[in-house]
């Protein structure tokens, strides 16, 4: 699967250097996955949220901070669409998030 874009995660990284190691961990996985559906993620991921419009939630960093990314499981692309801490993911609305 392609990251689109691993510079999000850098910036973050950057912010948050507590979270370079799990950001650089995740990415590695997902570079190697070649999943169909949510529900093979899961069975990779098992604290992962699917969400509707193929966004999954993950937890970085022992669940410090959130991941959202779609997927396009038929061109296996992975888009980030927000990298942040719990009070910053409490105030968006994952389902519509770019």
Sequence with gaps: MRVISKRRL???????????????????????ATWSSPQQLKMQFKHASALKN???VF????????????????????????????KDYDQINVEEIE
């Design 10 to 32: 850098r910036e973050f990284w950057i912010k948050y250097p507590d979270a370079k190691s799990s950001l650089e961990a995740w990415h590695s996985e997902i570079l190697k």
């Design 54 to 56: 193929s966004r999954i």
């Design 59 to 86: 937890n970085i960093a022992g669940n410090k901070y959130r991941l959202i990314v779609g997927i396009d499981y038929g061109r296996q692309a992975c888009f980030i669409k927000f990298i942040g801490t719990h």
